[in-house]
């Protein structure tokens, strides 16, 4: 094994060492996500857009319809705020999160 990535875990104080793979080596850092960003959740048609730019909006407010499966799925506001920009319009297909809408 290539000793560049050898790994060292405590677990429950007690310490071991094993290497890493190849693919947990390409594996993105997990960030915090930033919460104002509104992301899709399926990948799908956008149907219909239920907010503007400017709205005030609260957990729970629609916020779309997304038609994938052909089925429409209303997707709900999960925060509050004030909608800053909508990224899309219906008739886009959007993929699985990808940027929507964003908050103020």
């Known amino acids: 094994?290539?000793?560049?990535?050898?790994?060292?875990m405590i677990v429950d104080e007690v310490e071991y060492e094993t290497y890493s793979t190849p693919s947990f080596d390409k594996k993105q850092k997990w960030s915090q996500p930033d919460d104002k960003i509104i992301l899709s959740i399926i990948p799908g048609t956008i149907v219909e857009i239920l907010v503007?730019?400017?709205?005030?909006?609260?957990?729970g407010d629609a916020m779309l319809v997304i038609?994938?499966?052909?089925?429409?799925?209303?997707?709900?506001?999960?925060?509050?705020?004030i909608i800053d920009k909508v990224l899309v319009k219906p008739g886009d297909i959007v993929s699985k999160n990808q940027e929507l809408i964003i908050l103020k």
């Open 52 to 59: 503007k730019e400017g709205d005030k909006v609260k957990a």
């Open 67 to 81: 038609e994938a499966m052909k089925m429409n799925n209303k997707i709900n506001f999960l925060k509050g705020g």
């Open 1 to 8: 094994m290539n000793e560049n990535r050898k790994l060292k």
